[in-house]
C-alpha cells in the first residue's frame, strides 16, 4: 500500500460546526503532515507530527487542532471556521522527518459557509 | 528575495513538444530536489526526486540539479495532453526539521 487517503472528499460547514478531517497511510511512515492548499497557490505546511508527536506548528489559529492517534492516522479538528479558511486541505507522510519525500494524499475540499 | 522563485506561466505547448520547467532558490543549504505534478482539485503526486546536484531520468522526464547555479529543471519530453498539470518544484535541506519549500507552481497546459 503506497497511497495516503484522505476523507471526506469534499466537506461544507457553517461557522459554528464542528467537524473532523481524516488521513490514513499504511506505509509504515513516522511522519505525517497537514497542509493548506488555496487555488493557484503552493501548499502551506500547517503542522507535522513526527512519531506520533507534534513537531512543528506553524502559528496556526486554535481553530484548527491536530490529533495522531496512532502512527497511522491523523486527525484534524475544525471548530468555528471562517469563510478564508475554505481551501484545499492535504495530508502527506514521509519515511522520517529527516527524509526527504512527502508522498500527499488527495485532500479534501473544505467549503466554509 | 524569496527562497524558491518559480515562473507560473502559464505555459501552452502543442502535444509532443519538449517541455522545459524551471526553479531558482538563494537557499545554499537545500540538498534535496523534488518535482511533484498536481491535477485540477488533486493532491500533488511526486514525479522526481533528487539528490545534490546532476540529472536523474524516469520515462519522459528528466530532472537536473546545478547547485552551482541554484538551478533546477524538469524537461518533459513528448508532451502528452495529459501532462496538462500544475508542476511544482520543493526543495528543503539536510537537517531532520527542514521544511519542505515549495514554488508557486507553473501552470502547463498541452494541446492535442
Known amino acids: 500500500d503506497t497511497e495516503v487517503t484522505q476523507t471526506p472528499k469534499h466537506l461544507v460547514m457553517g461557522m459554528t460546526n464542528k467537524k473532523s478531517l481524516k488521513c490514513e497511510q499504511h506505509m509504515g511512515h513516522r511522519a505525517m503532515y497537514w497542509y493548506k492548499q488555496k487555488a493557484k497557490k503552493p501548499p502551506e505546511l500547517m503542522f507535522v507530527y513526527s512519531y506520533e508527536k507534534l513537531s512543528i506548528n506553524e502559528s496556526v489559529p486554535s481553530r484548527f487542532s491536530p490529533e495522531c492517534p496512532n502512527s497511522s492516522l491523523l486527525n484534524l479538528h475544525l471548530h468555528a471556521l471562517q469563510p478564508e479558511d475554505s481551501a484545499l486541505y492535504l495530508c502527506?507522510?514521509?519515511?522520517?522527518?529527516?527524509?526527504?519525500?512527502?508522498?500527499f494524499g488527495p485532500g479534501t475540499r473544505l467549503t466554509v459557509l | 528575495q524569496k527562497e524558491v522563485e518559480q515562473d507560473p506561466g502559464p505555459l501552452s505547448v502543442p502535444e509532443g513538444a519538449i517541455v522545459s520547467l524551471n526553479c531558482t532558490y538563494s537557499?545554499?543549504?537545500?540538498?534535496?530536489f523534488m518535482w511533484y505534478r498536481q491535477y485540477s482539485r488533486k493532491g500533488p503526486e511526486l514525479l522526481m526526486y533528487t539528490y545534490s546536484s546532476g540529472n536523474k531520468e524516469d520515462g519522459r522526464f528528466t530532472a537536473q540539479v546545478d547547485k552551482s547555479s541554484k538551478y533546477i529543471s524538469l524537461f518533459i519530453r513528448d508532451s502528452q495532453p495529459s501532462d496538462s498539470a500544475t508542476y511544482l518544484c520543493?526543495?528543503?535541506?539536510?537537517?531532520?526539521?527542514?521544511?519542505?519549500?515549495f514554488g508557486k507552481g507553473t501552470k502547463l497546459t498541452v494541446n492535442p
Open positions: 502527506a507522510s514521509s519515511p522520517g522527518t529527516a527524509t526527504d519525500t512527502q508522498y
Open positions: 537557499n545554499s543549504a537545500f540538498q534535496y
Open positions: 520543493a526543495m528543503r535541506g539536510q537537517g531532520g526539521s527542514e521544511k519542505l519549500v
